[in-house]
């Protein structure tokens, strides 16, 4: 049986898409991480938790120190790298 070389193209546009870092308000998970100015923040849509990929916060913004397992985040993001933010606690 011949290839015919359709699966291969499919197979890379997957691949990337799992390799490629999360931009902003895509969905996240442990599998599928956002890019490293972002971070993985749960909320709720009805009464299912979701998470997508949201910008941590910048100098002098409130953050959250706080993940949960897997590395999410449920109200704020943590500050950038570097940055000083204003940790709110829950």
Excluded: H, W
Aim: with cysteine; hydrophobic share 30%.
């Amino acid at each position: 049986m011949v290839d015919s070389g359709l699966s291969y193209p499919i197979f890379l546009a997957s691949l990337l898409a799992v390799l490629t870092p999360g931009r902003e308000g895509q969905p996240c998970n442990s599998y599928a991480p956002c890019r490293s100015d972002l971070c993985c923040l749960k909320s709720s849509r009805g009464n299912r938790p979701y998470a997508t990929c949201q910008p941590k916060a910048r100098y002098g913004k409130p953050c959250s120190e706080d993940a949960i397992k897997g590395g999410f985040y449920t109200l704020l993001c943590p500050c950038l790298r570097g940055d000083l933010c204003v940790p709110v606690r829950v």
